[in-house]
C-alpha cells in the first residue's frame, strides 16, 4: 500500500473546492463511517489464480470469491470485531493459499473466508500489525508488528497464520512496509521511520527471513517518509522504494539490493499504484492526477500510457490489475490483458450486491446488513461523471511524452457495450460490469467538475494515516 503524503492544512482555495465538491456530489457524499466512499488497493489470490479479489475500500472491504463475477461488502464492523479502528485506518490486505483474506490491524489480524467465519489469529492477538507481504503461492507470509511501547519485529507464518517473530526486533522503529523476494524468499526488505520526534524514514534489508535487518542508505536520503513498493519477481537484487516529497513522490530503483538507489521517476501528487510484470521487464506506476505510466527496460525509463486516475495497481496471473475513481471513471476496478493499453470493467461500486448472506450472522454481518440500504444510496454513480482533467504540463515522469501528444485509449468501444464519451470527455453511459469501458485516457479539458473531483480526493487523501503498503505488485 502507498499512502498520500503526509497531512498539512488545507488552503482557502482547497477548502472552498471541498465544500463545493460535498455539495456536488450531495446526497451520495460519505459512506457510513464518514468518509468519502473511494477504492484503494486489490489483491488477488490463491497463488497465481484469481478466484478470490479483495478490493480494500474506505468502507471496508469488496469481495469476490467467483473470479469476478460477483462482489460482496464486508464492513468495518465484520473485518475487526469487537475491536473499532479510527477514522482513517486502512488495513494491509493479503490473500493466502488456502483463499483466507488475512487483514492486519492495530489490536492483531484476522482471516476471513465468506465473511460469516472471522478467525481471531492468536499468535498477534493485541499487536499493532502495520504491513502484509506473501510469496507468490501464498503459502508464507510475512507481516511487521510495531506495537507502541515494544520493539518492532518481522513476523513470518506459514498457511496455518500461526506468525512467529523473527529474532530480536528492531528498537525504536516504527515499521511501514515489507516485501519478500518471490525468487528468494528470504530476502525481505522494510521501511519504517526512527520512533523518535525526527521520525526520519529507514529502509532495511534482511538475507535470513527477517531474524537480522541491516540498514540501506542514500546520499540524498529517503524524503520525508519511504515505502518499499516491489521487489523483481526475477532478480532479488532489484528494489524499489517511494519516497514522499511535499505533496509529491519520487520512485527510486537499486539494481544492487539496496547499495545505490537512483530515481527513474517523479509526480507532484501521491504515487498510489505500483506492479512489476512477472519476469521485472516492465514495471508500472500511477496517481490519481497524473495517471499510469510504464517502463518496458525493467524499470529505467518511463513513458505514460494513459490518463486514467490511479489509486491502485497489481500485477497478476497475467493481468494488470488498476483501482480508479469511481466518480469520474464508469468503474472502480478494472483490468488489462495488454499491459495497460486497454482496460475492461470488473466493479463497478453500484454493482455490488451487499453484505455476505449467512445462516447463522455474526453480530458484525447483523450491522452490515443494517447499514447496508444508506451505504447502497451513496455508492450511485453520479451522471454525468467528473471530468478527469488535463494532465498537468510538466508534472510527468522523467521521460514522459508531452501532454499534447496522442490520446491513448484504453479499450475499443464493444458494440452495445462500451462508453460513449461525448467530445468534452463527458461519460453519457455505462458499460455492464466485466466489459471493455472504451473511455479515453488521454488529456481532456478541465471543467469545473474536474476541480472539484481533484480537490476532493487531495483532501480524502491527505487524512489517511501513513500506515500503507505498496500497491499491486
Known sequence: MIPPPRARRASPLC???FAGAVVALAP?????????????????GPGTRSD????????????????????R??????????????LGFDPPVEVTALGDITVGFEDGAHALTDGCDVRDLASVTHREITDLAATPDGATLYATDSTTGSRSYVLRA???????????????????TVEVAASRPERVYASGFDDTPSRTPRVLRSDDGGATLRELSTPAGFGEQAYVSGVSPADPDVLYVRVVEGFGSALLRSGDGGAHF??????????LGFAISDDGRTVWYGSPDEGLFRATDGGQRFTRVGMLPTHGLRFHGGALWLVTDWVRQPWAL??????????????????????????RPSEGTVICQERWPTLLRDLEAPEPRMDAGAPPTDATGLDAPPSDGPRADVGAPAADTATPATNDGAVTARPPAGTDCGCHTGPAPVRIGGWLALALAALGRRRRRGLAREMPR
Open 158 to 176: 506459514d498457511t496455518s497464520l500461526a506468525f512467529r517473530r523473527m529474532g530480536d526486533g528492531v528498537d525504536r522503529l516504527r515499521f511501514l
Open 15 to 17: 477548502a472552498a473546492l
Open 262 to 271: 537512483e530515481v527513474v521517476a517523479r509526480t507532484r501528487d501521491a504515487m
Open 334 to 359: 478494472g483490468r488489462s490483458m495488454d499491459a495497460g493499453e486497454h482496460f475492461e470493467a470488473v466493479l463497478r461500486f453500484e454493482d455490488v450486491l451487499g453484505p455476505p448472506m449467512c445462516a
Open 28 to 44: 451520495a457524499a460519505s459512506s457510513a463511517n464518514g468518509r468519502f466512499p473511494a477504492a484503494q488497493q486489490v489483491v488477488l
Open 52 to 71: 478470490v479479489i479483495a478490493l480494500r475500500v474506505t468502507f471496508g472491504l469488496l469481495v469476490s470469491r467467483d473470479a469476478g463475477r460477483t462482489f
Open 73 to 86: 461488502w464486508y464492513c468495518e464492523d465484520l473485518i475487526y470485531f469487537p475491536f473499532v479502528p479510527g
